[in-house]
């Protein structure tokens, strides 16, 4: 897919549907027009599902735009991300198995010093 054939609707949907052609041409149209996209990836997360299992392309889509914001270092999503953390299906969801590999990177980059949300999460059981 050329660059003029992606948008954010696009880019979505290739994160959605998590398809190998699409995925590395999204994520770097993605990067590329970060102010663009970010106010519906920022929309996506904050719709996700608390307390409930959400669909499997709402988590895949999740997934890919929390890493976008860990890589762009995206302070508006720290808030978000620490109130998803804190539901255990909505964490499992989005981060599964990688939960302990990247949450970190994850927490740190987009860090706005902001600290009742990161210590609602680590005294959270």
């Known amino acids: 897919m050329r660059d003029t054939e992606m948008d954010t609707n696009a880019a979505l949907q290739a994160f959605a549907d998590d398809d190998d052609a699409l995925l590395i041409p999204a994520l770097r149209w993605s990067l590329d027009h970060w102010e663009e996209a970010f106010p519906a990836f920022l929309s996506l997360l904050e719709g996700y599902p608390i307390g409930a299992k959400a669909e499997e392309d709402k988590a895949r889509a999740a997934y890919f735009i929390l890493h976008l914001c860990g890589d762009m270092a995206e302070k ?31 927490l740190i980059r987009p860090y706005c010093r902001q600290i009742e949300p990161l210590i609602a999460l680590i005294e959270d059981p």
């Open 76 to 106: 508006r999503v720290f808030p978000v991300l620490c109130r998803l953390l804190l539901d255990p299906l909505a964490g499992d969801d989005i981060l599964g198995d990688g939960l302990t590999e990247t949450l970190h990177g994850l």
